[in-house]
């Protein structure tokens, strides 16, 4: 079955930078699209980053343009986001997302992993 799980969460002050990873399996991975989503404590759950299947396409949330970027390595099964210039607002549960298929559509994903936790903080 699906799986997927998120690595490399944890605390960084603000302005500094992190890079989550995503380990996929149980599915082709190179055939669907994929995206970031986080939860902050009380929110409810915001897209912030889409990628098509053979990444050459990549969408962000206005709120992280030019701060993160998503990426992918098709032949290791791993989706990444980096993550710069961090603000406190950052601060959340972020989670990747496979999608059905190839169209990236906000978070009408199909399968998500556990979550890792970004805190940014001095």
């Known amino acids: 079955q699906v799986q997927l799980v998120e690595s490399g969460g944890g605390l960084a002050q603000p302005g500094g930078s992190l890079r989550l990873s995503c380990a996929a399996s149980g599915f082709t991975f190179s055939r669907y699209a994929m995206s970031w989503a986080r939860q902050a404590p009380g929110v409810g759950l915001e897209w912030v980053s889409g990628?098509?299947?053979?990444?050459?396409?990549?969408y962000y949330a206005d709120s992280v343009k030019g701060r993160f970027t998503i990426s992918r390595d098709n032949a290791k099964n791993t989706l990444y986001l980096q993550m710069n210039s961090l603000k406190p607002e950052d601060t959340a549960l972020y989670y990747c997302?496979?999608?059905?298929?190839?169209?990236?559509?906000?978070?009408?994903?199909?399968?998500w992993g556990p979550g890792t936790q970004v805190t940014v903080s001095s």
């Open positions: 990628i098509t299947s053979d990444g050459t396409a990549t």
């Open positions: 997302g496979k999608y059905p298929g190839t169209v990236i559509r906000g978070t009408s994903n199909d399968s």
